[in-house]
């Protein structure tokens, strides 16, 4: 009897652990289908590849089923699915399908669809699929870019080189810059005695400055400005001594300001010399002075003029140039060759000429037409001028016997600064058919006025 209980108990142990590990593995287990807490669904994809029988069907990265089935249906892979009965499934529901990792697991996520469309019905078809990407997608997408990059360096190659610097933007754009860069090395190897009188000169108007300013003598800067400053503030309190007695109605003027009459008569003179004051001031009035260097030549151009607006959209110019190309006499001189041969050398010479330009300028928007005289002959010039006028492109056409063609631009640097850079005689009609490259300056009254009242003197 003792032993009939003890293996009762025994088999009874075994049946509850039996039932405690059949319990816990459908709790662990992302199949649903245990006990009929679920519901199924499927849907058809093109590739199932990385999806087995039994993988995890997750919603918002949680396991709410699991894969039951997977089969051919159509040329396409039907995918049947348990699910939670819990999960509401709609009929815009979607699954797409997802990397676990780079080693080509996959899983299932399932998006339940728009809260208020109708429900899906039960073992019904899922038709929004959406295929999340693959390690293959991300090869050939690395494939199609190093093929792009690929071509990229054979296009720069070819560009570079000296058969292909013709066939492309980039090869031409580089060819150019070299071309630049050369001529600009020629010029400056050709005008280095030039540009050395130049620094010559900047540096001995700098070295004039410094002695002026640090001149010690009893004529020198600091004291004559001491003394200028002891006189000022006498001045100063002279007029003080005057501007009281006016106040207090002393003397003529201060009788003749204490009087409302004269007042009167004096505030109508004033009124009427304001209005001619006015009128005047409306004028605006500049200073041009520019010098740029001609290459054929070998000699700098220089000219100065003085410039009158009295409107927006009109002015006139009147200037004095120096031109050292003015005369250009050629001789040609006739030299026999050793074989009874004879050849003839062309020689050009150059005389420095004065010449005047006399011109009217009417304005239309960023436009300027210009005729008049110009360096000693009838001429006409058109400007335009752009980036908020710091670069005007000009033209200029004059002696119409000789037509003479001169194009240059001018880009104002600051205050008044401005370089310059054109071709002479386009043309050659003169043969004095040369580049040149300076710079100017241009001060109008404004600037004058500026000056005049920031000088020590």
Known sequence: MGLGLAEFKVGALVVAISGLIAFMSMQVS???????????????????????????????????GAIQEIQLQDGQARID??????????????????????????HIEIFPGVLGDPELE???QILNVKDGGSMDDVLGQVGELATSLKDVAKNLQEAVSDDGT????????????????????????????????????VHNITSTMDELVNDESEKGFKKTWKNAMVRIDSSLKNIDEITTKINNGEGTIGKLISDEQTAEDVSSAIEGISGLVDSASKVSTGIDFNSYYLNEVGAAKTAIGVTIQPGL????????????????EITDTETSGTSGSSFITETKTFHSRTKITALYGKNFFNWTLRG?????????????RMFYDKLTASVEA?????????????????????????????????????????????????DLKLLLTSSPF
């Open 313 to 328: 959209d009109r002015y006139y110019y009147l200037g004095i140039i120096t031109d050292p190309a003015g005369v250009v």
């Open 398 to 446: 004059f002696d119409f016997e000789k037509v003479q063609v001169r194009t240059y631009l001018n880009y104002k640097v600051f205050s008044g600064f401005y370089i310059m850079a054109g071709y002479n005689d386009a043309f050659n009609k003169r043969n004095a058919q040369s580049v040149f490259a300076g710079a100017g300056l241009f001060l109008t009254n404004d």
């Open 30 to 64: 992302d199949d649903p289908s245990y006990m009929g807490r679920s519901r199924k669904a499927w849907f058809l994809l093109p590739n199932a590849s990385g999806l087995i029988k039994g993988s995890a069907i997750k919603s918002a990265g949680i396991p709410v």
């Open 81 to 106: 699915i348990t699910i939670q009965a819990s999960l509401p499934l709609t009929r815009s529901a979607q699954v797409e399908l997802r990397s676990n990792g780079i080693l080509g697991d996959k």
């Open 122 to 124: 039960s073992d019904g």
């Open 166 to 201: 013709d066939k492309h933007i980039l090869g031409r754009i580089v060819k150019n810059i070299e071309k630049l860069s050369g001529d600009l090395a020629q010029v400056t190897s050709e005008n280095k005695e030039q540009i050395g009188e130049i620094v010559d000169q």
């Open 372 to 384: 008049g005289l110009i360096e000693d002959k009838g001429g006409l010039g058109i400007d335009y």
